[in-house]
């Protein structure tokens, strides 16, 4: 293509020389004042290397400015490639918590006997010993005016719920953890399934997350929060997302390990009750946070998740993050929540 620009800016450059030399050794007008032959090839050169010189300056110009956006597509490649080199995913630490609605007659058992022994607890004076038998495994927030605000419960406590006494409690405690699933492009969260993944980053439920419940006094919410760091062997990706640059418009899929709607493996007690289930299906998100490294924390604000349902019909929980960068960058602001 520049060879044959060159050579056209040349041939119309020296038609032009040529065709001025002969306008001054010719006659181009006859007696009459018409132009004559030489008149008139003259004047037919000089219109067909205008031609030549505009077509060829047009091309000249499309050229270079594909040549600019190409520069640049290169330029935006090389730049988001030293982004990703820069922001890797050194680790995966999932923080999320869901609210466990009333109306179960679990849930509010549950609830009434926690709220109980709370208020005979609360009668001494805060802070709490939490060296007294009746303080372990719990920790408690105040309000600006000083007032209880919230109780959370760990494992240990007398106050977690008894797996004999609270069974279906119990379980949605210790299971209250979702698996991760990321997608580069987003689909259609109802056509996800576990047994077929094809997310591009997987991070799998893990028995070792720390996990709590929480009682909102002021609210009056219950809610199961869960921590669990992932080590790097039990990661799942095809490559498509390394870095926190890759997350820009991808799409994170929240899954509860019970929500394979399976049944147990032969020899196995099925621990799945309908009152479970039901509990299971209420859950609302209120918060979701993920440690991707030092610096690279994501608060996911919870009122931008959708809910949708898994086979079966429990939740499937997802959320789609934001492709431009000043929207993105607002994530990494802390948002303050009690869960």
Same mark, same amino acid.
């Given at each position: 293509m520049d060879i044959l620009l060159g050579l056209l800016k040349a041939a119309s450059a020296s038609l032009s020389g040529i065709l001025g030399v002969a306008a001054l050794y010719s006659d181009y007008r006859g007696p009459d004042?018409?132009?004559?032959?030489?008149?008139?090839?003259?004047?037919?050169?000089?219109?067909?290397?205008?031609?030549?010189?505009?077509?060829?300056?047009?091309?000249?110009?499309?050229?270079?400015?594909?040549?600019?956006?190409?520069?640049? #597509?290169?330029?935006?490649?090389?730049?988001?490639?030293?982004?990703?080199?820069?922001?890797?995913?050194?680790?995966?630490?999932?923080?999320?918590?869901?609210?466990?609605?009333?109306?179960?007659a679990t849930v509010d058992s549950y609830v009434k006997r926690f709220r109980e022994s709370i208020e005979k607890r609360t009668d001494l004076k805060f802070p709490y010993d939490q060296r007294l038998p009746e303080f372990r495994g719990l920790s408690f927030m105040n309000d600006e005016n000083d007032t209880l605000e919230l109780v959370r419960v760990e494992y240990g406590s007398d106050l977690w719920p008894i797996p004999e006494k609270e069974p279906d409690m119990s379980l949605l405690a210790a299971t209250a953890t979702p698996s991760v699933y990321l997608m580069r492009k987003p689909i259609k969260p109802e056509t996800f399934q576990v047994e077929m993944s094809n997310a591009d980053f997987e991070v799998p439920f893990v028995s070792k997350a720390t996990r709590n419940l929480a009682w909102h006094v002021k609210r009056k919410q219950l809610v199961a929060g869960s =921590?669990? #760091?992932?080590?790097? =062997?039990?990661?799942?990706?095809?490559?498509?997302? #390394?870095?926190?640059?890759?997350?820009?418009g991808a799409q994170l899929i929240l899954l509860f390990s019970g929500s394979l709607n399976m049944p147990p493996p032969k020899g196995m007690a099925d621990v799945r009750t309908p009152e479970r289930e039901a509990i299971n299906k209420s859950l609302i998100i209120r918060a979701?946070?993920?440690?991707?490294?030092?610096?690279?924390?994501?608060?996911?604000?919870?009122?931008?998740?959708?809910?949708?349902?898994?086979?079966?019909?429990?939740?499937?929980?997802?959320?789609?993050?934001? #492709?431009?960068?000043?929207?993105?960058?607002?994530?990494? =602001?802390?948002?303050? =929540?009690?869960y």
């Open positions: 004042g018409k132009l004559t032959g030489a008149g008139r090839g003259v004047f037919a050169g000089i219109l067909i290397a205008a031609v030549v010189g505009v077509i060829t300056s047009f091309v000249e110009t499309n050229k270079s400015q594909a040549d600019s956006k190409e520069q640049a #597509t290169r330029t935006e490649t090389l730049l988001r490639e030293v982004s990703r080199a820069v922001q890797p995913i050194t680790q995966f630490n999932v923080h999320t918590a869901f609210e466990i609605p009333a109306g179960h =921590d669990f #760091t992932s080590s790097k =062997d039990l990661w799942k990706t095809n490559g498509r997302i #390394t870095s926190v640059v890759d997350l820009r979701a946070s993920l440690d991707l490294g030092e610096g690279r924390t994501l608060y996911l604000p919870a009122k931008d998740f959708r809910q949708s349902k898994y086979h079966g019909g429990d939740p499937i929980f997802y959320y789609t993050f934001p #492709t431009d960068e000043k929207e993105f960058l607002k994530l990494y =602001d802390y948002q303050r =929540d009690y």
